[in-house]
């Protein structure tokens, strides 16, 4: 089974707060990446990493930041909560060699009322 | 972009064989193929991966054509708990170039007894 974890699973929250979702892997990978999953929908990459110091923008555009100061953590903030925010998160990891089994978190599913 | 077409919904019965069929007309010359299977609030699961011809693991075989515009995932013998979205990837990430990751809108298969 692949080491990742995402918290929180699940997580309800008001308009205007600003939330950071967690994301770690200890397989040492290099690549890691955010995806946005509404109900019944397809996945849209919307963060990936090289490695550290390193990011870029998915094809969704997407309100949120992320970071990646060391090479198991790759953190998701948004800076003030809105209900359009609301949706499931999948965070993921590949090693270097592409391409690339990615190894998927459980995700957090995202309530913004 | 390499945008991909699946059917969205499959149904079969527990023993048969099914085969998904992911349409990808504007496959790049390095993109990879890669098929995920999802169950209901869990991330996605590698299932199998290739660039041309067959791959075939202990799961699962790929059917890949030589204009690789289109991919056949072959699923022997299903069970009831291969009940779940299965996904067509197409794509990667080489170096410094963005070749975005494309996440095929996915097909419900619904294997009954």
């Known amino acids: 089974e692949a080491d990742i974890y995402q918290t929180p699973r699940y997580l309800v929250i008001g308009t205007g707060k600003k939330i950071t979702l967690e994301c770690s892997q200890t397989?040492?990978?290099?690549?890691m990446y955010w995806y946005q999953q509404d109900p019944g929908m397809e996945l849209h990459l919307i963060h990936y990493?090289?490695?550290?110091?390193?990011?870029e923008k998915g094809d969704l555009s997407s309100e949120s930041t992320v970071s990646r100061i060391r090479t198991e953590h790759f953190p998701l903030t948004l800076e003030s909560a809105r209900p359009s925010h609301t949706s499931q998160y999948l965070c993921?990891?590949?090693?270097?060699?592409?391409?690339?089994?990615?190894?998927f978190g459980p995700g957090t599913r995202l309530t913004v009322t | 972009l390499a945008k991909t077409t699946q059917p969205i919904s499959m149904d079969s019965y527990e023993g048969q064989e099914v085969n998904i069929t992911c349409s990808h007309n504007?496959?790049?010359?390095?993109?990879?193929i890669t098929w995920y299977q999802q169950f209901p609030s869990q991330g996605p699961r590698f299932i199998i991966q290739?660039?041309?011809t067959k791959v075939t693991n202990e799961v699962a075989s790929l059917f890949i054509p030589a204009d690789r515009k289109s991919s056949t995932l072959s699923l022997p013998r299903v069970s009831l708990s291969d009940t779940a979205v299965y996904y067509c990837?197409?794509?990667?990430?080489?170096?410094?170039?963005?070749?975005?990751?494309?996440f095929g809108t996915g097909t419900l298969l619904a294997v009954q007894p």
């Open positions: 993921a990891s590949s090693d270097h060699r592409g391409p690339y089994e990615q190894y």
């Open positions: 397989m040492g990978h290099d690549k």
């Open positions: 990493s090289y490695g550290v110091n390193s990011t």
């Open positions: 504007n496959i790049a010359t390095n993109d990879y």
């Open positions: 290739g660039y041309k």
């Open positions: 990837l197409v794509g990667g990430i080489y170096g410094g170039a963005t070749n975005k990751l494309i």
